[in-house]
């Protein structure tokens, strides 16, 4: 069953950090649209971002977020600069999508907002129906649900998006590659960032605030430049360039999709 929710004006109930979307009560429809449907149990299923203590980060991010294997490795999710707007790195990724693009973990909609002012027509997708929500309120298009389900328009679109460190979704790079292969037209564009470091890890992770754990263990991949244009290769993908932020701290990769 699909709800709907609506960009909050200041009146009216929207279902918020730690609701349940399930049992709230949708208002009337007047404005920005956000479509909140049963989200299915995949590698990467929502239970880990649903949990109330993540949500709350969304909409008011405090404390250190991190995932963490138990086994002393963590990396941090930088979720305050996740929740706030497109960065000068954002822009340079931003500036590089073609035609219609859809945002794999869309997270709180800082790309889907931005790209949208720049005149895209844009798709956010997220398994956390709080991130959904807030890139609504934000103004923008989003939909709760798994990149390995159905999505909106497969086959067709000309820019995908995994930002943030997504190609951990799922813990499979390849499998994740393969299922974008599947959303973009041919010759479409897939933009990612990759880790810093020259890395290929697959993790079973939980979310951490502070020192709790706040989430199930699930899956999760650690993939750097040249271990995804490997990944790519063997994906149906061929590199077309490489770049880092200025400071160094972030980098990139755009991908072609091959016939």
């Not at 109330?52 to 969304?58: D, E, Q």
């Not at 963490?68 to 960065?87: K, N």
């Not at 934000?138 to 930002?163: K, N």
């Not at 040249?226 to 991908?255: D, I, K, M, T, Y």
Request: net charge neutral.
């Amino acid at each position: 069953m699909t709800r709907f929710f609506r960009s909050p004006s200041g009146e009216g109930p929207v279902a918020g950090p730690g609701d349940d979307p399930q049992s709230s009560t949708a208002p009337a429809h007047t404005g920005t649209e956000v479509r909140v449907g049963a989200v299915d149990r995949d590698a990467d299923g929502p239970e880990p971002w649903i949990s109330a203590p993540y949500t709350r980060t969304i909409h008011a991010p405090v404390g250190e977020v991190t995932l963490s294997d138990g086994e002393g490795w963590s990396i941090p999710l930088d979720v305050a600069r996740w929740s706030g707007g497109a960065d000068t790195a954002d822009h340079a990724v931003l500036e590089r999508c073609k035609g219609r693009v859809l945002d794999v973990g869309c997270g709180a909609g800082r790309l889907v907002e931005a790209l949208a002012r720049r005149g895209h027509t844009v798709l956010g997708i997220d398994v956390s129906p709080a991130a959904v929500i807030s890139t609504a309120c934000r103004g923008g298009h989003a939909r709760s649900g798994s990149v390995f389900a159905p999505v909106q328009d497969e086959g067709s679109w000309d820019t995908a998006l995994l930002i943030d460190g997504n190609i951990g979704i799922g813990g499979d790079p390849r499998r994740l590659l393969r299922r974008l292969h599947d959303l973009v037209r041919p010759a479409g564009l897939l933009l990612v960032e990759t880790s810093p470091r020259e890395v290929d890890e697959r993790r079973r992770v939980t979310i951490h605030v502070g020192r709790r754990p706040v989430s199930p263990v699930f899956p999760w991949a650690t993939v750097g430049t040249r271990a995804l244009v490997r990944h790519g290769r063997l994906s149906g993908w061929a590199p077309v360039e490489q770049w880092a932020s200025l400071s160094g701290e972030r980098h990139f990769a755009v991908l072609r999709a091959c016939a």
